[in-house]
């Protein structure tokens, strides 16, 4: 009986044992479980604040404003650290998990306005959200994960070249296409030290041919093709390798934006492009408009100041005319129809191309003899420091230019001659006034 009665205090105390560490570790799967939901929770409320504030900017640059009251939030000015701080805020309740767990997220987004929303201050004081994702445990006790983040406008050009239908990109003669960081070398055609191979060529096909990349190659499943001396691979790639599979992907996408509309457009209405040579010297962001711009001869169009051209028709520069960008300039350039820069093309002096944007608006092909039909023609043998953009038409590159910036097209078409492209790494952070950009994430925080 006494060595009965020891096993059963013994066996009790090991099942009491048992049962303990039982309900501990369901304790612990429930708090892992209602972590991970509230994780969840707290990243829904990042989708709609982002969602929303896309709405608001939409709204704003179309000319009317958010309702931000009628969807739910509650609008306060705080003063914190002695500066008043816009703040909108809502809850969201109602969550239930499969497990039967309620839950709930507390939405905060400071710097909402409608001037938070749009240049200067989207940049340098850009909205900012807090997301608490609550999930309560079974026992009531609530387990509460908060993601903060500072949201700011997308960047459209994140590749050296980009487009977006079939038959898409092509380059048919040597072309060299790298990369390199505007902020470690100002001007980098002086050094190649800067060089590196993080250039990205995105479209549904490519056709490489002759180019040499030195990066990757993204396309919509199709392998691109080759012909003699095309190679896509990074500078670490063995010599005798000439198409580095590694570096060759089947997911292209390139980022479309729409360009605003006249009416939408940011700045200061300052009046018509002057006929001939000519200097434009705005102190703050000016709009200037033309029906066509035609730069031939000897003329010269200077930009002092930052500036947004709209030419309702078609936009040209021949012969050795050229636009000048000075190093207080900045220029975009917004074309209804055709587009040809030749002749002395843009001498942006900045060295930036950030700076200086050609945007076409027209889906139309025009005649470009002998080179057959394309929306926008580029050929001209000054350095161009800047970006290209024609969601809806191609664009062709003739003769041997040499780009600093990035490219976008719906058809890319690298036409003729022995150019090279070399992408600004910096692009990837760069946003224009002139299109309707939606807000990403910009810097991303789990703070408990």
Not at 29 to 41: A, E, H, I, K
Not at 373 to 387: I, L, R
Not at 426 to 444: G, M
Request: charged letters at 10%.
């Amino acid at each position: 009986m006494l060595v009965a009665l020891c096993l059963t205090v013994v066996l009790g105390i090991a099942v009491i044992g048992y049962v303990a560490v039982c309900a501990r570790t369901m304790e612990m799967s429930n708090r892992s479980f209602c972590t991970t939901s509230s994780v969840q929770l707290a990243e829904i409320g990042v989708e709609e604040a982002l969602w929303t504030l896309n709405k608001a900017s939409q709204a704003y640059v179309g000319g009317s404003s958010y309702g931000w009251s009628g969807a739910g939030w509650t609008l306060t000015t705080p003063t914190i650290n002695g500066v008043p701080v816009p703040t909108a805020t809502k809850t969201l309740t109602g969550f239930v998990s499969n497990r039967g767990l309620q839950g709930s997220v507390n939405i905060k987004i400071e710097y909402y306005s409608n001037n938070n929303l749009i240049p200067p201050l989207c940049y340098t004081q850009p909205p900012t959200i807090t997301s608490d994702g609550i999930s309560q445990m079974p026992d009531g006790f609530p387990i509460d994960k908060q993601l903060k983040l500072t949201a700011r406008p997308a960047a459209l050009f994140t590749k050296a070249v980009g487009a977006y239908t079939s038959t898409s990109f092509t380059i048919n003669w040597i072309c060299p296409l790298d990369s390199y960081e505007t902020h470690v070398n100002l001007d980098p055609a002086s050094s190649l030290q800067t060089r590196k191979d993080e250039a990205i060529v995105s479209a549904p096909t490519v056709s490489v041919n002759a180019a040499n990349i030195s990066g990757y190659v993204a396309t919509a499943g199709t392998a691109p093709t080759y012909t003699t001396g095309g190679t896509v691979k990074r500078a670490d790639t063995p010599g005798d390798v000439t198409r580095d599979l590694r570096y060759v992907f089947t997911n292209a996408n390139q980022t479309l934006f729409d360009i605003l509309a006249d009416a939408n457009l940011p700045g200061t209405y300052a009046g018509a492009v002057p006929s001939g040579t000519a200097t434009l010297s705005p102190t703050v962001l000016s709009r200037y408009t033309a029906t066509n711009l035609f730069l031939t001869g000897w003329t010269t169009l200077t930009i002092d100041g930052p500036a947004i051209i709209v030419v309702s028709g078609d936009f040209y520069i021949g012969d050795t005319a050229k636009i000048l960008i000075t190093a207080n300039g900045s220029a975009q350039i917004i074309v209804g129809g055709s587009t040809y820069i030749g002749g002395g093309g843009v001498d942006n002096r900045t060295k930036l191309p950030k700076n200086l944007a050609v945007m076409s608006r027209s889906a139309g092909s025009y005649s470009w003899s002998p080179d057959g039909y394309y929306t926008a023609k580029f050929e001209t043998s000054t350095p161009f420091y800047g970006v290209i953009y024609v969601p809806n038409g191609s664009l062709s590159v003739c003769g041997n230019p040499t780009i600093y910036g990035a490219l976008a097209a719906n058809v890319v078409d690298q036409h003729y001659g022995n150019g090279a492209i070399h992408y600004d790494l910096d692009l990837r952070k760069a946003v224009f006034s002139t299109l309707n950009t939606p807000f990403d994430v910009a810097q991303w925080l789990v703070s408990n």
